[in-house]
């Protein structure tokens, strides 16, 4: 897509994009300035008409909401039962784990000389993250693998049981991503949830169940099976696409790769410039509140506005030479995360620190590494996935 995003941010960087009904269109934000100016004003663009491209109705969204979805007090308050969880200081006590993680994984990999880099690293590594903050055993995980793959890969054919836009997709449209695995994660969640109510876990589950909200209103059924899911599939996938893209990144340029090996005290600046090459998520979706002007260009209430967080990343009146990677670049301004906005990823320092730790780990041990087949991409217009990254390395 991204000669396709040149071309509208040049061009006509507010574009009206017209789409068959019931979608009726929407707004392609393509410049970095229009997306920070909508992502941080949530009061004219809002995420509670849903933040990707499908239409959904009032009573519709009132099942499927999560705090993704939600805006004003009520998504503080949700963001709040969590967010020390997320803090630098949190997340730093698990630099320890994560290395041990990381370690053995990478060890498991690295033996077998030629492997598919998705399969044995990037795949499972942030979800074992997430099963111990959420307290769930290391043979659950496989399970939330499988329903991450099947929930965010629905519009691709090797992960999808049930492709979303497929005349069977409507029968689930009552769930999130129109998945039937997402009924399988609600089961799961539910059954945590009545082990753990009343106990005194401190994992995230336990907080959910045992935490009274801020504002008195407690979680209903509804508002736990989205919370649990929105943390089983945001914390996943992208975390996986991040680290596998920017291994491909290194792969193709090797003198960067030289680069970090010669020094690694370069790589916290470096994963800054993975997660912008990597943009695992294109966009998110806003909706106008009211008519408003955005970049010369009439937008009117009830219209979709997509947040092009890839096309922002490459955007060239912000980052020098935008297709150069350049594990140096600093500063580096980029939306992998969203930018200013009440919604801004609340795992994004877990995010980093796992990247961190994995190039960390992994450098060291290698002498030489090499791609040995086709990349092969996951079919999405939302997550910017790789599935398969063959490689053969040579151990340090
Ligand atoms: C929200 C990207 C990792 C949990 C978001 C948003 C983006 C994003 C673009 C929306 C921002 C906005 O609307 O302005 C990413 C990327 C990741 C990543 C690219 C990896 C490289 C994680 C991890 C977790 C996580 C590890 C942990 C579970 C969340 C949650 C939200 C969110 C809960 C919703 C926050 C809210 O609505 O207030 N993420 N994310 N993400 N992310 Fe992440």
Redesign the pocket.
């Known amino acids: 897509p991204w000669r396709m995003f040149d071309t509208l941010r040049r061009h006509d960087p507010v574009h009206w994009q017209p789409e068959p009904a019931p979608n009726s269109g929407f707004w392609a934000v393509t410049r970095h300035a229009d997306i920070v100016r909508v ?1 941080r004003d949530p009061s004219t663009f809002t ?1 509670s008409r849903f ?1 990707n491209l499908e239409e959904v109705d009032d009573d519709l969204m009132a099942i499927r909401r ?3 979805e ?1 805006d004003g007090a009520r ?1 503080q308050v ?2 709040k039962i ?1 967010q020390r969880d ?1 803090s630098h200081r949190a997340v730093a006590q698990y630099e320890v784990f994560l290395r041990g993680l990381t370690g053995r994984t990478l060890d498991a990999a690295l033996a077998k000389g030629r492997f598919d880099f998705v399969k044995e690293v990037s795949a499972d590594f ?1 979800i074992n ?2 099963a111990r ?1 959420l307290d769930v055993p290391e043979s659950d995980t496989q399970k939330l693998i499988d329903w991450g793959n099947r929930i965010i890969g629905n519009t691709d054919p090797d992960y999808a049981d049930v492709l979303l836009h497929s005349e069977e997709s409507d029968r689930y449209r009552d769930l999130p991503f129109r998945s039937p695995a997402a009924l399988e994660v609600f089961a799961y969640g539910r059954e945590l949830a009545a082990e753990r109510r009343g106990g005194t876990g401190t994992d995230l589950v336990s907080k959910l169940v045992n935490q009274p909200p801020s504002d008195g209103v407690p979680l209903s059924d509804t508002d736990f099976d989205n919370y649990f899911l ?2 089983v599939v ?3 996938e ?2 996986r ?2 680290i596998s893209h920017s291994m491909l990144a290194l792969l193709r340029h090797p003198d960067q790769l030289d680069r970090l090996r010669a020094d690694p005290s370069l790589i916290p600046v470096a994963v800054e410039e993975f ?1 912008r090459w ?4 294109y966009h ?1 979706r806003r909706t106008a509140t009211r008519d408003v002007e955005l970049g010369g260009k009439q937008v009117r209430a009830g219209d979709k506005v997509v ?1 092009w ?1 890839a096309s922002g990343n490459r955007d060239e009146d912000v980052f020098a030479d935008p297709y150069a990677f350049d594990v140096t670049r600093s500063p580096n301004d980029h ?14 320092t ?2 980093r620190l ?2 961190r730790v994995m190039f960390s780990e992994l450098l060291p041990r290698l002498a030489d590494i090499r791609l040995t087949g086709d990349v092969r991409r996951v079919r999405s217009n939302f997550v910017n996935g790789i599935k398969e990254l063959p490689v053969e390395v040579t151990l340090a």
């Open positions: 992502d995420s933040v999560s705090m993704l939600t998504h949700l963001r969590l997320f942030p993250v997430l903050m929105l943390l945001a914390g996943n992208t975390t696409h991040a997660l990597a943009s695992p998520v998110f947040l967080f939306v992998t995360f969203g930018k200013g906005s009440p919604h801004f990823c609340l795992g994004n877990l995010a796992e990247i």
